[in-house]
Antibody, heavy 126, light 109 residues
Framework: QLQLQESGPGLVKPSETLSLTCTVS??????????WGWIRQPPGKGLEWIGS???????YYNPSLKSRVTISVDTSKNQFSLKLSSVTAADTAVYYC??????????????????WGQGTLVTVSS | SSELTQDPAVSVALGQTVRITCQGD??????ASWYQQKPGQAPVLVIY???NRPSGIPDRFSGSSSGNTASLTITGAQAEDEADYYC????????????FGGGTKLTVL
């Protein structure tokens, strides 16, 4: 059974860089069928997609965060990572990693995230 | 702001049917996927594509789409279905960017 687990500091100072790693177990991150994504959720608010990466290193990011986000992959460790620079209090959130899939039927296309890691709360504060 | 719009809150009587909707221009081109999130837990995928349920999701959950609106229907809502529900799809830019709706809190009365 595929499982994902986020890890990293729970407290980051303003203006610094947030760094998180997602470790994938029970399957290979090098699967040709999926991307791997990061999603965040500020306390009491909704979900926001941050970006996704393919095992080859191909990425795409939320345009609103693109200037501050870097997502990378380490296939030898079955991990992918998130870096978010110049953080402010507005970046305080639970950060989730998830497998990102998609497909097309005869009529339309779709994408989905499944499974998700348990999430890790990152607080930006001095 | 989200390109997918959901009603903030919906309620349903125990055992009745409820429809949760998600509106957005991109839904004319893409199907929505739906997630259930209970307090303190990670979201769980319940519907993807035209109307597909992952393994382990009860068949009382179903999805549909018409025009710019996607719907998640729970037929015979149970107390354990009380949760936040989010839709997700691509945005309307054509760049494959991902968007989530703002979420709907479902209360089972």
């Amino acid at each position: 059974q595929l499982q994902l687990q986020e890890s990293g500091p729970g407290l980051v100072k303003p203006s610094e860089t947030l760094s998180l790693t997602c470790t994938v177990s029970g399957g290979s991150i090098s699967s040709s069928s999926y991307y791997w994504g990061w999603i965040r959720q500020p306390p009491g608010k909704g979900l926001e997609w941050i970006g996704s990466i393919y095992y080859s290193g191909s990425t795409y990011y939320n345009p609103s965060l693109k200037s501050r986000v870097t997502i990378s992959v380490d296939t030898s460790k079955n991990q992918f990572s998130l870096k978010l620079s110049s953080v402010t209090a507005a970046d305080t959130a639970v950060y989730y990693c998830a497998r990102h899939g998609g497909d097309c039927s005869s009529t339309s296309c779709y994408n989905w995230f499944d499974p998700w890691g348990q999430g890790t709360l990152v607080t930006v504060s001095s | 702001s989200s390109e997918l719009t959901q009603d903030p809150a919906v309620s349903v009587a125990l055992g009745q049917t409820v429809r949760i909707t998600c509106q957005g221009d991109s839904l004319r081109s893409y199907y929505a996927s739906w997630y259930q999130q209970k307090p303190g837990q990670a979201p769980v995928l319940v519907i993807y594509g035209k109307n597909n349920r992952p393994s382990g999701i009860p068949d009382r959950f179903s999805g549909s789409s018409s025009g710019n609106t996607a719907s998640l229907t729970i037929t015979g809502a149970q107390a354990e279905d009380e949760a936040d529900y989010y839709c997700n799809s691509r945005d309307s830019s054509g760049n494959l960017h991902v968007v989530f709706g703002g979420g709907t809190k479902l209360t089972v009365l």
